[in-house]
């Protein structure tokens, strides 16, 4: 019986000291990717990335017109508005925060290229933006200036990344793109190049933020920034000069590494986060934010019809006001009724669920000690290092990564259905694969300025108006695909992923942009 002691009491302490070396080649191997992710310039605690993130002096910082800018787009009764619902709530309110909502002669998409504004829309245009002068002048002042920092406070979890300054910059390059197709349709061509360079300058800044919803709204404004120069180039020819800024602008845009920079910020928010597990929780009841809300908006709704005379005689109209209350009232009691619903599916599908979520967010996990630490921070080095890949390099990297990744089936057979991450990086590669399109046609452009005449060939281009012939991102060895039409324009694009990738990814939209 005592050597049966003797052997358990062995067997114990065996498995103990292999736990305990288990647990410190974990540890080893923990240290070890943090200090990769070091190596690499990156931040991995809260403290870490608003020290990194570093914050310019006020009179050098594009934020602080941008939000003068924002404030001037929204109207003056509009902001009353709010404040007063402020007012009622005791403290400003995120739920409560109004949006700029641009009249539809500026927000409506340009016409189909070669088509002019219509009479109609460019006195519209013409009327919005003289009325905008002072917030087209703050627009420009932003995009002058060098460095960005938002007003995010990075060391505060849970940290408010929806900054006023994205939306802001979104709209103003909008704004700005809109002066640039009147100034077109006019044949003021310096002036529309003058207002894209701020433009692209604006969805420029937003490469400095380390958060992924800045780098969509970076991708999204670009976007915006390509279809109007797409537009304008096509409505009257832009001087050599204007040209070469924007070709040398779009190289920037192109040439831009900002993805990785926001999953390292990411990452360092999510590590900064909450310790217990990932979870659903929304309050409920009559002290939840959405009740709180309605309740809020029901007694604004009784002083209005109240004092309906005071109000009117104020200049503001009672019963759209009215209007607006009821459909917010809806809104707070339908968001209320879908966290109720949401919850019932939760307690009743709670794994599936937190799989689900882990699975759409690579990087986002549980925090279930340091093994799981161990396989979030891998997949947070691994796809920083994907992210800062080079243009010409990243799809190969992107393929080797989906092919190595154990993803869902849930994510086969189409690229908007992968993991949020690998899809944020796909979108913001595709964007710069289009603003290459963009500066190669503007160099053929140029080229047809000086020879009067398209070239026949990209070869044609290099070195006068480019180093080398670009290749085409998604195939890195064979170069863009360029042709003349027979009605004088030229067509710079794409040819997308390979047939297997297509199988793989699903189909994209074309790249490409056009001139002449």
Known sequence: MQQLLVAVAALLAGSGLVFAAYRVSLARKLRRICADIKAQGFPLTLEELDAWHERPPEAENAAVPLLEAREMLIPEEERAHWESLDKSLGAPSEWLRPSIELPDCVAAKLPPLGEALSRTRRNQLAQYLYTQRAVLELLCTAAARPRFRSTVDFTQWPGSCS???????????????????????????????????????????????????????????????????????????????????????????????????????????????????????????????????????????????????????????????????????????????????????????????IEDIVGNALTLSPKQGVREELRWLTLTRDIIELAERPLDDLIEAFRRFTETRML???????????????????????????????????????????HGEYPESLECL?????????????????????????????????????????????????IQFRVG
């Open 163 to 353: 900054i006023d300054e994205l939306e802001a910059i979104h709209e103003g390059a909008v704004l700005l793109t809109r002066r640039a197709a009147l100034d077109a349709n006019g044949r003021r061509s310096e002036d529309a190049a003058e207002n894209l360079l701020a433009a692209l300058g604006l969805s420029g800044l937003l490469a400095q933020e380390p958060t992924l919803i800045a780098q969509i709204s970076r991708g999204t404004a670009l976007n915006d920034c390509l279809d109007a120069l797409e537009w304008c180039l096509n409505a009257h020819p832009f001087p050599e000069a204007c040209l070469a800024s924007l070709q040398k602008a779009l190289e920037e845009a192109e040439n831009t590494r900002a993805m990785g920079r926001a999953f390292a910020g990411e990452r360092c928010l999510i590590r900064g986060g909450p310790e217990e597990e990932y979870t659903f929780e929304f309050e409920l009841g009559p002290d939840s934010e959405s009740a709180k809300l309605s309740d809020m908006l029901k007694e604004h709704r009784a002083t209005l019809i109240e004092d309906r005379d005071i109000f009117e005689s104020g200049g503001i109209n009672v019963d759209e006001e009215l209007v607006t209350l009821e459909k917010q009232i809806i809104e707070a009691e339908e968001r209320e009724r879908s966290y109720e619903e949401y919850l019932t599916e939760y307690e009743s599908n709670k794994e599936e669920l």
């Open 408 to 450: 869902p089936s849930r994510h086969a057979g189409s690229v908007s259905e992968l993991p949020f991450d690998l899809n944020c990086v796909f979108v913001d590669f595709c964007t710069r694969t289009r603003a290459r399109a963009a500066r190669v046609a503007i160099a053929a452009e140029r080229f047809k300025q000086k």
């Open 462 to 510: 290099c070195p006068e108006y480019l180093d080398a012939v670009p290749a085409d991102p998604f195939r890195a060895a064979e170069p863009l695909s360029y042709a003349r039409t027979s009605q004088g324009h030229i067509r710079v694009w794409s040819r997308g992923p390979s047939t297997d990738d297509e199988q793989k990814w699903g189909q994209i939209p074309e």
